[in-house]
């Protein structure tokens, strides 16, 4: 597919043509500049000058909105652009650039540095009126700030550094213009937060709202760093243990679950305490309870160390057993084989799960199940719709913080279902290797990943290129759980 990188200046072309297949075309200044074509994905690049205190000469910017007087456009490519230049080590600044019709210093300068934007220059915003802002992307090299202007002795030094910026970017341009391409995208579905996420993040943002800032938290009220942040910025304190916690305070155990013993820390420690406990894990503890005080053995099939297992496990530690692996499963002994049961971590693979649990049944035929699945509704239903995409798909990218079992699991199943398939925080970790020559993508999210960064995800991609999106999958899940009387 056809696509261009623009510069406005030739200095700007001669710094990037050698890291190029194909040179860049001097799309020309301000007002007058023109792009070679305005139908394709495009990338201008050249220098800037610093707005904001924090951006130095060399560093690089990428747009995500333009700014021309009181229009602006936002451009969705820039955490795609950005992250692929973070990797090649280069120090780069994600946020708006203004474009003005001549050089600013002076007032002009701090007035639009007071409306916050990170750079200036006088072409960028000009040429994005004659081009689609959802296929184009902006990267300026920092020549001059406001405390070293560009008529100044040392402007020179600092064109040599902005140029050399430009030069170590031209690979990672390259790369843009080679992953460029039409593209079918397969949203599976259902997919991002399950009930029992949205139920936890609503305590605390209802907690907040009644006991005001600090809200303390016992570990990630859920596995996504973007929710944790968010929460963060309205006043949620995160803390490994309780005992970090002020006495008498207001605190919000996860939704993973706690043992038995936290809960009695916090007692002591006097603390308004309010459970996010996913009810379905809470139901998992249940079973333990009731198997062990029936003097049972339980296997529990999970990842040792994993928050629900480490809490799960707490109710009877001495009377728990954790599975990872069918290895486990072969060599596991208990004291009484006749009194053993089971349960399960409520985020595993479903298939592996089983197999596990297979294994199991058959070297202790006495062994009793729970009432119900333990694995949850919507762990089942991410994973039957992402073998559904996989088998179709050239490349599968699942958005999900690494610690989240049930996004994890997901590329799992996958990679087991014939796709290559990657785990991504968001589209600043997308890889633009991975998408040379995929031209069907699936994309899911795990149930703790905000379905807004899968949007954002897919907006990234389109700067690459027209996409057709389809959804497959289909269930519609209806689960809703209750507050507890706390934050009612």
Same mark, same amino acid.
Request: hydrophobic residues 45%.
């Given at each position: 597919?056809? +696509?261009q990188?623009?510069?406005?200046?030739?200095?700007e072309?001669?710094?990037?043509?050698?890291?190029?297949?194909?040179?860049?075309?001097?799309?020309?200044?301000?007002?007058?500049?023109?792009?070679?074509?305005?139908?394709?994905?495009?990338?201008?690049?050249?220098?800037?000058?610093?707005?904001?205190?924090?951006?130095?000469?060399?560093?690089?910017?990428?747009?995500?909105?333009?700014?021309?007087?009181?229009?602006?456009?936002?451009?969705?490519?820039?955490?795609?652009?950005?992250?692929?230049?973070?990797? &090649?080590g280069?120090?780069?600044h994600?946020?708006?650039?203004?474009?003005?019709?001549?050089?600013?210093t002076?007032?002009?300068?701090?007035?639009?540095?007071?409306?916050?934007?990170?750079?200036?220059?006088?072409?960028?915003?000009?040429?994005?009126?004659?081009?689609?802002?959802?296929?184009?992307?902006?990267?300026?090299?920092?020549?001059?700030?406001?405390?070293?202007?560009?008529?100044?002795?040392?402007?020179?030094?600092?064109? %040599?550094?902005?140029?050399?910026?430009?030069?170590?970017?031209?690979?990672?341009?390259?790369?843009?213009?080679?992953?460029?391409?039409?593209?079918?995208?397969?949203? &599976?579905?259902?997919?991002?937060?399950?009930?029992?996420?949205?139920?936890?993040?609503?305590?605390?943002?209802?907690?907040l709202?009644?006991?005001?800032?600090? =809200?303390?938290?016992?570990?990630q009220?859920?596995h996504?760093?973007?929710v944790?942040?968010?929460?963060?910025?309205?006043?949620? =304190?995160?803390?490994?243990?309780?005992?970090? =916690?002020?006495?008498?305070?207001?605190a =919000?155990?996860?939704?993973?679950?706690?043992?038995?013993?936290?809960?009695?820390?916090? +007692?002591?420690?006097?603390?308004?305490?309010?459970?996010?406990?996913?009810?379905? %894990? +809470?139901?998992?503890?249940?079973?333990?309870?009731?198997?062990?005080? &029936?003097?049972?053995?339980?296997?529990?099939?999970?990842?040792?160390?994993?928050?629900?297992?480490?809490?799960?496990?707490?109710?009877?530690?001495?009377?728990?057993?954790?599975?990872?692996?069918?290895?486990?499963?072969?060599?596991?002994?208990?004291?009484?084989?006749? @009194?053993?049961?089971?349960?399960?971590?409520?985020?595993?693979?479903?298939?592996?799960?089983?197999?596990?649990?297979?294994?199991?049944?058959?070297?202790?035929?006495?062994?009793?199940?729970?009432?119900?699945?333990?694995?949850?509704?919507?762990?089942?239903?991410?994973?039957?719709?992402?073998?559904?995409?996989?088998?179709?798909?050239?490349?599968?990218?699942?958005?999900?913080?690494?610690?989240?079992?049930?996004?994890?699991?997901?590329?799992?199943?996958?990679? &087991?279902?014939?796709?290559?398939?990657?785990?991504?925080?968001?589209?600043?970790?997308? @890889?633009?290797?991975?998408?040379?020559?995929? @031209?069907?993508?699936?994309?899911?999210?795990?149930?703790?990943?905000?379905?807004?960064?899968?949007?954002e995800?897919?907006?990234?991609l389109?700067?690459?290129g027209?996409?057709?999106?389809?959804?497959?999958?289909?269930?519609?899940?209806t689960?809703?759980?209750?507050?507890?009387?706390?934050?009612?």
């Open positions: 597919m056809s +696509a990188v623009l510069t406005p200046l030739r200095i072309r001669l710094a990037l043509e050698r890291g190029m297949r194909t040179a860049p075309y001097v799309s020309g200044r301000g007002p007058d500049g023109h792009p070679r074509r305005t139908d394709v994905p495009t990338v201008i690049a050249g220098v800037a000058g610093a707005l904001a205190a924090h951006v130095r000469p060399g560093d690089l910017v990428v747009a995500d909105r333009l700014r021309t007087g009181d229009d602006e456009v936002a451009l969705p490519s820039a955490s795609l652009l950005a992250g692929a230049l973070r990797r &090649a280069l120090t780069v994600v946020g708006t650039i203004d474009s003005t019709d001549r050089v600013v002076g007032p002009h300068r701090m007035s639009l540095a007071a409306r916050g934007g990170l750079a200036v220059d006088t072409e960028s915003g000009y040429l994005a009126t004659q081009l689609d802002p959802e296929q184009l992307a902006v990267v300026r090299a920092v020549v001059d700030t406001a405390d070293d202007p560009l008529v100044h002795p040392g402007t020179l030094r600092r064109g %040599v550094a902005a140029l050399r910026s430009l030069r170590r970017a031209a690979p990672m341009l390259q790369e843009w213009l080679d992953a460029c391409d039409r593209r079918t995208i397969l949203r &599976a579905e259902p997919q991002s937060f399950c009930a029992g996420v949205e139920r936890a993040i609503e305590i605390v943002e209802r907690a709202a009644i006991h005001g800032s600090p =809200v303390y938290v016992r570990r009220i859920v996504n760093t973007h944790v942040a968010d929460l963060e910025r309205h006043g949620a =304190v995160f803390v490994q243990e309780l005992d970090e =916690v002020p006495e008498e305070a207001t =919000v155990l996860a939704a993973h679950g706690v043992a038995p013993s936290v809960r009695a820390q916090a +007692a002591e420690r006097r603390l308004n305490v309010i459970d996010a406990t996913c009810p379905l %894990v +809470a139901k998992v503890h249940s079973e333990v309870h009731r198997f062990t005080n &029936a003097g049972r053995t339980v296997f529990l099939i999970g990842h040792a160390e994993h928050e629900e297992v480490v809490g799960t496990r707490g109710e009877a530690p001495d009377n728990v057993v954790v599975i990872e692996t069918i290895d486990d499963a072969h060599t596991v002994e208990v004291p009484d084989p006749t @009194h053993v049961s089971y349960v399960m971590q409520t985020t595993l693979s479903v298939e592996e799960a089983d197999e596990i649990a297979g294994v199991l049944r058959t070297r202790f035929p006495a062994l009793q199940a729970p009432r119900r699945d333990d694995i949850c509704y919507a762990t089942s239903n991410r994973q039957q719709a992402i073998r559904e995409v996989a088998a179709a798909s050239d490349l599968v990218l699942v958005v999900g913080s690494a610690n989240s079992s049930n996004s994890m699991r997901l590329v799992e199943v996958a990679e &087991a279902n014939g796709a290559e398939a990657h785990l991504v925080e968001d589209a600043s970790d997308i @890889h633009l290797q991975w998408l040379r020559g995929a @031209h069907t993508i699936g994309v899911s999210a795990g149930a703790s990943a905000p379905a807004a960064l899968v949007e995800l897919i907006a990234a389109a700067a690459l027209e996409l057709d999106v389809t959804r497959r999958g289909g269930v519609t899940e689960m809703h759980f209750s507050l507890p009387r706390e934050v009612v």
